[in-house]
């Protein structure tokens, strides 16, 4: 394999990084004690810049979210890291574990300490190629950060030319990381179905018409949007999650609505979905004598890795003396897709091999600590791959 940078450059670059794990972790631990919920991340931000080399430089963005540029001027690779915790009350029992009403329970803190550690080393080397740091809000809440960031147009006054990102994952071994060209993450839109009807007394049904029943039959119905309408040969999710309906159970309600999303890994199979969707509950209103109202939230798009981006940073991984495994493409969903809109873009996963039921999104998740080094050296190599792209 053809090394894409001479191994002591690559060398003094992962020296670099490596020096600044002791102050990285040390960070992780204050950013996880601390953490703020979507919209409120103005004190994580501080923290975060405080941590940063010309941190008071920063521009502000997307109300509680930051860009800070490390190198001079031109064309600049992108780095991403996310700043919002989950409303989940930890369960971990560390020294350090965060309070009652919210936690890093997707890794977020991890993502954040490697960035710093990555900054902080490119700013005492003098970067080959200028990078901006993206600290963006909000990635697990609405409005969503990344789409606010991406139509700020700050990515285009700096020039960004490529944009990486990492995420922890605890379905791959401790150190594994997935770099795969092509769609890895799904589209992610929410849908609200409510169906009207006429309400009662339960002991005369035939007065009224039952919005319950309805919605009963949509919920089941529309299980076979993607059992007997997809090709199984590309990945699709529809769920309902939610369900609400009645106050009396002696009572047939004039109302009742379901929540739930719709994933998919292609846009026109994405907005067949939402058609569909559509068409099967009107018809099963129509079928009760009800009328349905459906109202679909469009949210991420598909994440799809630039492949030459993605090849390259396979390479560099192996330099570095990461473990590449094989492509991770799962239905979940991130709204660093959105980024792909003005620049090719990269997600990478990074295993932590997590023990069942401590999984994402978890009141128990917590990475050990070789995640920080981990991640940074798969943000390094991405960003490398970034460099080549502008410089080639």
């Known amino acids: ?48 810049l405080d941590a940063l080399p010309g941190g008071t430089g920063a521009e502000r963005v997307a109300g509680t979210g930051a860009v800070l540029r490390v190198g001079g001027p031109g064309p600049a690779v992108g780095i991403r890291t996310e700043l919002d915790a989950l409303p989940i009350t930890e369960a971990t029992g560390v020294p350090w574990a965060a309070g009652p009403g919210a936690m890093h329970a997707c890794g977020h803190d991890v993502h954040m300490a490697a960035l710093a550690a990555l900054t902080r080393a490119l700013d005492r080397v003098a970067p080959p190629v200028p990078m901006l740091a993206i600290l963006q809000p909000r990635e697990e809440g609405n409005p969503s950060g990344g789409r606010d960031i991406v139509s700020s147009g700050l990515l285009q006054a700096h020039q960004v030319a490529a944009v990486a990102a990492a995420h922890v994952q605890p379905l791959l071994p401790a150190g594994a990381v997935a770099c795969a060209p092509g769609v890895v993450n799904a589209s992610a839109d929410e849908f609200t179905v409510t169906m009207t009807g006429s309400p009662g007394h339960a002991a005369y049904p035939h007065l009224t ?27 699709a999710v529809v769920t ?51 009328t349905a109202d459906v109202l679909i939230h469009r949210g991420e798009p598909v994440l799809d890795n630039d492949p030459v981006l993605a ?15 094989e492509p991770l493409r799962t239905c979940g969903a991130d709204d660093f897709s959105f980024y792909g809109s003005v620049a090719p873009g990269l997600m990478l996963f990074v295993g932590t091999g997590g023990e069942p039921g401590s999984g994402l999104h978890t009141a128990t998740f917590l990475p050990g600590e070789r995640a920080v080094s981990d991640v940074a050296h798969a943000l390094l190599a991405a960003y490398l791959a970034g460099c080549a792209a502008i410089t080639s």
């Open 1 to 48: 394999m053809t090394a894409i940078l001479p191994s002591e450059a690559l060398g003094a670059l992962r020296a670099a990084v490596e020096q600044e794990m002791p102050a990285a972790v040390r960070l992780r631990r204050e950013l996880h004690a601390r953490p703020s919920r979507s919209g409120q991340e103005e004190p994580t931000l501080n923290q975060l």
């Open 311 to 325: 090849v390259r940073t396979a390479k560099l991984l192996t330099q570095l003396g990461a473990q590449v495994t």
């Open 240 to 290: 309902v999650g939610t369900l609400a309906a009645g106050e009396a159970p002696n009572a047939i309600p004039g109302m009742a609505a379901a929540r739930g999303t719709i994933r998919a890994v292609s846009e026109e199979h994405r907005d067949w979905l939402h058609e569909r969707l559509g068409d099967v509950a009107s018809g099963i209103a129509l079928a009760h004598g009800c």
């Open 209 to 235: 018409r039952d919005p319950v029943l309805a919605l009963a039959h949509f919920v089941v119905g529309v299980q076979q949007l993607v059992s007997r309408n997809t090709d199984p040969m590309r990945p």
